[in-house]
């Protein structure tokens, strides 16, 4: 269900940027604002439960076997999307807003 959510804001605030950028509008800032907004405080809400819980879970039931797997394919998908570009996309985009 978060995630569902995660991606509204996601899409709303896609959405209400693009809209910003052709006609700017007081409404359009709050749009802009309310989505932003929104994600900020599911994602933290959504970490917070990560870390207390999913983490907390996995490091007491999870085979060290298992845990290094895990590991070995996170290190993997983080170098791809680097590789991939994509982390410097985000940078690049939010330096040219500042």
Same mark, same amino acid.
């Given at each position: 269900?978060?995630?569902? /959510? #995660?991606? /509204?804001?996601? #899409?709303? +605030?896609?959405? =209400?940027v693009k809209q910003y950028a052709s006609v700017p509008t007081t409404e359009g800032? *709050?749009?802009? @604002?309310?989505? =932003?907004?929104?994600? @900020?405080? *599911? *994602? $933290? &809400?959504?970490? !917070? ?9 996995? *490091?007491?039931? +999870?085979?060290?076997?298992?845990? =290094? $797997?895990?590991? !070995? $394919?996170? &290190? =993997? /998908? !983080?170098?791809?999307?680097? $590789? ?9 985009? +939010?330096?040219?807003?500042?």
């Amino acid at each position: 269900m978060e995630h569902d /959510f #995660g991606r /509204f804001h996601i #899409g709303e +605030l896609e959405n =209400a940027v693009k809209q910003y950028a052709s006609v700017p509008t007081t409404e359009g800032k *709050l749009d802009i @604002v309310t989505h =932003a907004s929104g994600y @900020v405080d *599911l *994602l $933290q &809400r959504h970490i !917070e439960k990560e870390d207390t819980v999913c983490y907390t879970y996995a *490091l007491r039931t +999870l085979s060290e076997e298992c845990k =290094a $797997q895990i590991d !070995e $394919q996170t &290190r =993997a /998908f !983080e170098k791809k999307a680097e $590789q991939d570009g994509i982390q410097e996309k985000y940078i690049t985009w +939010l330096e040219k807003r500042r």
